[in-house]
């Protein structure tokens, strides 16, 4: 199979789809069909996207929520998920203080879910006081950080992978994205702790 200069990039390309044009010789080419699309990283700007916290008349502006701000966020695949519930979500929560001696403002939790799902969600785990839960409801936050995840088999929808990242005046110092999208380790709360 003859390959054309442009595969041989192909060994670099992350998350790109691979596609193959067959010309009138019978010989095979090798091209990218996609840009290439990266995760959310260090120094990216948070989008102006609107939450909501509580209910559908409580919007929450993710990058005036963050401005003048150090604030934690992570994102979870689903509230009441085993992971989300017995892990990740309990983590941050019972950190709370770890984090605001480190001068955190706000810590975050994030997921496509309707908001009255993160509001009573937070409220089993004691989250009050501690970890705002906001809803992307229509997934424009995840979308736009690039952290987008196909569950529609297990979850019924696209749906946030699990990641951790502190964020200051708008801007992401640090990001944590799980290798696979829903593990349980880089985004956990120890893990984000041991690097402020």
């Not at 120094?43 to 934690?72: C, F, H, Q």
């Not at 975050?108 to 509001?119: K, L, Q, R, T």
């Not at 019924?156 to 110092?173: A, H, N, P, T, Y």
Request: charged content about 20%; proline content about 5%; aromatic content about 6%.
């Amino acid at each position: 199979m003859a390959v054309n200069p442009t595969s041989k990039i192909l060994s670099k390309v992350v998350n790109s789809r691979v596609g193959l044009n067959f010309l009138a010789n019978g010989r095979k080419y090798i091209h990218v069909t996609s840009a290439v699309t990266m995760p959310v990283k260090s120094g990216d700007k948070l989008p102006s996207v609107d939450l909501y916290e509580n209910s559908p008349a409580s919007k929450v502006n993710i990058a005036e929520l963050t401005a003048r701000k150090k604030v934690i966020i992570f994102g979870v695949p689903g509230a009441f998920t085993p992971g989300c519930s017995k892990t990740h979500l309990p983590g941050y929560v019972s950190d709370f203080d770890k984090f605001k001696s480190k001068g955190v403002d706000e810590i975050v939790c994030v997921s496509v879910n309707d908001p009255f799902v993160m509001a009573a969600w937070g409220k089993e785990h004691s989250a009050d006081g501690k970890v705002r839960m906001l809803a992307d409801t229509n997934g424009a936050f995840t979308k736009a950080m690039d952290l987008e995840k196909d569950l529609t088999g297990p979850l019924g929808s696209i749906r946030c992978q699990r990641f951790s990242m502190l964020v200051e005046d708008g801007v992401v110092k640090t990001a944590n994205v799980e290798p696979d999208g829903t593990g349980l380790t880089c985004s956990l709360s120890n893990s984000l702790l041991s690097q402020l």
